[in-house]
């Protein structure tokens, strides 16, 4: 096997490797819905450049603005899976992607799709092995109880990024409206 083809087949596993995985996203307008998003291929990430390539806009800033808004439906048509079967995407097409979503929506899947496809790994971070092992360790010892506010919002982001179903909460209410509520004694 030559160099090339080995290249093209490691590049090959690499794309099914991050098509097999999914990143879940919550929507603003509906948190009780989540969906299943994969980073793209690099075919689907040309067919949505080809799409916005169609859209006959002026060279100002609107037209600009009409061919970034067409770049991220297309990618949210192509990125959005099934989740039981994330080889299916949940839109046929722009049209069907903005029947059933709202622009806020649409807004936070770009958002969390473009910090899902960033270029970072342990690997390309060049984090050494010792030093993974130590950061499991600690995340085994420490006291996720004592987490609070942007710590434990940036631990349950995390968390809700690596476990496929999402954390249970088992909330009494908010702190602002307890004194308010009147319980039984």
């Not at 009780?32 to 800033?61: C, F, H, M, S």
């Not at 899947?109 to 030093?131: A, F, Q, T, W």
Request: glycine share 4%; net charge negative; aromatic share 4%.
């Amino acid at each position: 096997m030559s160099t090339a083809e080995k290249i093209r087949e490691r590049k090959l596993e690499r794309m099914r490797l991050g098509q097999a995985v999914c990143d879940y996203v919550t929507l603003p307008s509906d948190p009780e819905v989540r969906l299943a998003i994969v980073p793209l291929t690099e075919a689907q990430y040309l067919q949505a450049l080809n799409k916005v390539a169609q859209v006959p806009q002026g060279d100002d800033l609107a037209g600009a603005a009409i061919k970034d808004r067409t770049q991220a439906q297309e990618i949210c048509v192509r990125a959005i899976r099934e989740e039981k079967d994330l080889q299916v995407q949940v839109f046929e097409d722009v049209a069907d992607l903005m029947d059933v979503l709202e622009v806020q929506d649409v807004d936070h899947v770009i958002d969390m799709y473009n910090e899902m496809v960033e270029k970072s790994s342990p690997v390309l971070d060049g984090i050494p092995e010792v030093e993974l092992e130590n950061l499991k360790k600690a995340l085994q010892e420490m006291d996720w109880n004592e987490l609070s506010g942007s710590a434990w919002y940036a631990a349950r982001r995390f968390l809700s990024l690596i476990i496929p179903k999402p954390l249970l909460v088992n909330s009494h209410g908010s702190g602002l409206t307890k004194g308010l509520t009147t319980t039984k004694d």
